[in-house]
């Protein structure tokens, strides 16, 4: 294996690794953009006089519910005992009774997790009577989607300008490997070589170069999600099997084609000139 090929591919690799890393980025931003939506809370308190039969009834129907992600019956008595362990003190010994409200917290798919959705999810529950108050946080649900919206914005220009980068740092690469043997091509075109024979052996070896660029950057990108891992493990969830499956095959298919491309061209490109114009570039 000559030192060109080696510094070709350790060149194009760090470029895949960088567009790979944003697409990576791209990805789990979404799935962190939807964990955090899920994580916004629909509480419905209810009445004090609510039965448990009536409860259970309301239970079943919002677990049923397609918008439902996840649901929490919270009765009195574990509201009275967690706010006595927070605040240190107990109100029902000044008061004389229990001051909180039994309530169900329900947690919405992410896609349901916006005001929009949730005013006629709000509706639909109110006509339970057992249902005294329906809040949510209106200002933070308007807010995350907003931020998320502009975040989402940014990454996908980010993505289109470090592809754009990446296909010129990738293709001055490829110019250069093929630049340095200017001489051969021609040579082998005096000689009465077809074109598509002469291209062959090089568009080969960038195809070789573009292999084991993508996967050298897939290593280093395992091998960055390990290290992150090891030190934040609950960001695990981030990294699914579809998504690293999506920025391998990515990175592997951008590495090919654009190798190949740009070796075609380039090669093309000098097989047009003239013998003269060779000392001249």
């Given at each position: ?27 789990t931003a979404g799935r962190l953009s939807d964990h955090v939506?899920e994580n916004l809370e629909l509480s419905l308190l209810l ?235």
């Amino acid at each position: 294996m000559d030192i060109q090929f080696v510094t070709a591919c350790i060149s194009t690799s760090l470029v895949l690794l960088l567009l790979g890393s944003v697409v990576m980025v791209v990805l789990t931003a979404g799935r962190l953009s939807d964990h955090v939506r899920e994580n916004l809370e629909l509480s419905l308190l209810l009445a004090d006089d609510a039965k448990t039969e009536e409860v259970n009834r309301i239970v079943r129907h919002v677990e049923a519910q397609r918008y439902t992600k996840e649901l929490r019956y919270i009765s009195k008595e574990e509201i009275l005992a967690e706010q006595t362990a927070s605040m240190g003190l107990d109100p029902t010994e000044f008061l004389g009774y229990n001051p909180y409200t039994a309530s169900i917290e329900v947690k919405l798919k992410a896609e349901y997790a916006n005001t929009d959705s949730i005013i006629p999810i709000k509706n639909c529950l109110m006509r339970y009577t057992q249902i005294r108050e329906i809040s949510y946080p209106s200002e933070l649900m308007d807010n995350v989607n907003e931020n998320i919206r502009k975040i989402s914005a940014l990454l996908l220009a980010l993505a289109l300008v470090l592809s754009l980068i990446s296909f010129a740092l990738i293709n001055n690469t490829i110019k250069l490997t093929i630049y340095s043997q200017r001489f051969l091509l021609h040579t082998m075109k005096l000689v009465g070589a077809s074109w598509a024979f002469i291209r062959r052996p090089f568009l080969m070896r960038n195809l070789g170069i573009g292999i084991a660029s993508g996967i050298l950057a897939n290593a280093l990108i395992g091998g960055g999600i390990y290290l992150l891992l090891a030190h934040e493990p609950q960001l695990a969830h981030l990294f699914t099997v579809q998504i690293l499956g999506i920025v391998g095959g990515a990175v592997m298919l951008f590495g090919i084609l654009i190798t190949l491309l740009c070796a075609y061209v380039s090669i093309n490109r000098f097989l047009r000139m003239k013998a003269g114009d060779l000392y001249y570039i």
